[in-house]
């Protein structure tokens, strides 16, 4: 099903409930890593907000962690980083394979530090062991911008289903605002639901599409088009530029046939080259644009409350679906029931009680 | 948010868990209109498989109660006809305000209804009290359709969320199957989260819209283009044919520039008139193609299991979220959090924790 992908048993039940963090934040957190000093709380918010890189990569791999006593730690971090953050501009970036998201990122990037801003790029890719386009795994990808005083790359959190790593971004987003950061990037594949994810964490979310797109498009999901608020044609250089011109005339009347974004933003198709670097301070430049425009309506404030609010009864409905799926007797009832399902011998509606009624009993 | 309406609390606890179906197969249902029969289950059964419109009419209202002796003879009557039924090509159909959806429907209709075929008309409208264009509400609509000896045109249920509303249109799809109407149109407002719950009740799905759709269009919601199987312009008559036609090559384009759908269909954008009874029969000819092709495929059977295996998952959702925000002392804290989120003076991560906590502690 395209529409309505389930994004189940997300969260992991680690310990019973979670407890919220209720610790001293002068106690040492469990990050020892050899000759590597342990910070505490108060060390870790420190060096973060006074824009200590190897502590706020540090700090990401705490709340990257899955041990129990990190994430107390991570969770006391970040509530202290929390009056600090929310100064960015987040920006989700996704494509079709091909189309050159990290040559794109790279320059973007630089375009960005070189002006004296301060730029972070996060990654989100579930699914990194079954595409061949992973992001960021690469070590040799944006060479020159992961060396740069005023950026900060940090490749994708490995482990975890799709609910952890969108948390783990989420939570890094916060530590990298509060390390100074202003403009934010968040990478995703573009090829399942994590873009859903990251059009909820993000101010703008920009496409990276190719000419013609045949096959390509082929790999990325429906409705994707339709989160947009810019889509960029890549790769318009030499004998590409005629065709990328076509194409973005043909996205943006594919844009003008849509509904209004909530923002009442008009999403806009342009073309760039990372190669010739053309096309890609125009849209720094619309992003600026866009920022200016919800700021000014108050959609830029009212997104990012909408987006928190979300996003707490989003880890409840996480929560409840892991806790309900894992219990023993549901867990051996639900292929049972597939099965009947499939052979159209019961409604959906008949078997979902007998599994509610399982649980609630137990 | 747009791209994660959260459709919460849709299944009403009525007695707490509801129980499956378990009576006396020949007791009489709690139906008491005046003057009208008392039905066992299995009279209702035999009546729908012999096709009686009143029994089926009278099913689909004990289908749409919200009373528990309803509920459990409706769900008696519905595993009866569950053999009988999914030998139909369900369609749905949603537009944008004024693209005519009855007016083509109609005339859809009756140009299928006299063929020979057997076609029913079910609605879902959660917002029909709010919006201008409500659907079936007025009984002047579809007056030829509704009295043809071949049709049943049925309103929408006026009761419940959108949840309750899902459950009811789909269980009385199964009921029209069983009265053998081999086309079943479902038909949405556009205006909303029903779209996604009616693309995943539906084989195919037609989006209706209008010649330049400035202002119209803006009344639908993002993502519905994506969803279609094939978009129709409508009113492409008098002057308005050739604008039609340009809509048409536009909607062509943007269409060509999706990924695929699931089923590898490609979908199609077309004209039609439901005044000049033009382009009426070319969408029912693609549906034909879609229904063709998909079959071949395997696609049309695997949908439909699918759909079934989804609508048990998104049933048990529905029901742990109803449960859990009707708990007490979360109804009173959520909008405390809620608050706090919106100062962004707490994470979303520690504000579910400790409604978390509250839930599963009580």
């Known amino acids: 099903m395209e529409e309505k992908d389930r994004n189940k048993v997300s969260l992991k039940i680690q310990e019973g409930v979670p407890q919220p963090p209720n610790i001293n934040p002068d106690v040492l957190t469990g990050i020892s890593r050899k000759r590597r000093k342990r910070y505490s709380v108060n060390e870790f918010t420190d060096g973060i907000l006074s824009g200590n890189r190897s502590i706020l990569s540090q700090a990401i791999t705490l709340v990257e962690s899955s041990l129990p006593e990190h994430f107390r730690s991570a969770q006391a971090i970040i509530e202290k980083c929390l009056p600090y953050s929310s100064r960015s501009v987040r920006v989700g970036i996704t494509g079709v394979p091909g189309a050159g998201k990290s040559t794109f990122i790279e320059t973007f990037g630089l375009l960005v530090a070189e002006t004296g801003k301060k730029i972070a790029v996060l990654a989100i890719d579930p699914s990194s062991q079954n595409t061949k386009g992973s992001i960021l795994g690469d070590k040799t990808r944006m060479e020159k911008l992961s060396v740069h005083p005023n950026a900060f790359v940090r490749p994708s959190p490995s482990a975890g289903t799709l609910g952890g790593v969108a948390r783990k971004t989420r939570e890094s987003i916060i530590l990298c605002e509060a390390a100074g950061f202003d403009t934010i990037i968040v990478e995703t594949v573009g090829v399942g639901q994590s873009e859903t ?165 137990k």
Not at 301 to 314: G, P, S, T, W, Y
Request: one cysteine or more; glycine letters at 8%.
């Open 197 to 361: 994810s990251v059009r909820a964490m993000v101010d703008f979310f920009l496409l990276l599409m190719l000419t013609g797109a045949g096959d390509e498009i082929q790999g990325i999901k429906r409705g994707i088009i339709e989160m947009a608020d810019a889509v960029a044609i890549t790769k318009a250089d030499g004998g590409n530029k005629i065709p990328a011109e076509n194409a973005r005339i043909m996205f943006q009347n594919a844009l003008s046939l849509f509904p209004r974004t909530q923002s009442g933003w008009k999403p806009l198709a342009l073309t760039c080259s990372a190669r010739e670097k053309t096309g890609i301070s125009e849209i720094l430049k619309v992003i600026g644009d866009y920022a200016g425009y919800a700021k000014k309506t108050g959609y830029f404030e009212e997104l990012r409350k909408q987006q928190a609010v979300i996003r707490m009864h989003d880890i409840i409905s996480e929560y409840l679906e892991d806790s309900f799926y894992n219990h023993s007797e549901i867990k051996s009832l639900v292929p049972e029931l597939e099965t009947e399902l499939h052979k159209g011998t019961i409604t959906s509606y008949k078997a979902a009680l007998s599994l509610i009624n399982k649980y609630f009993k």
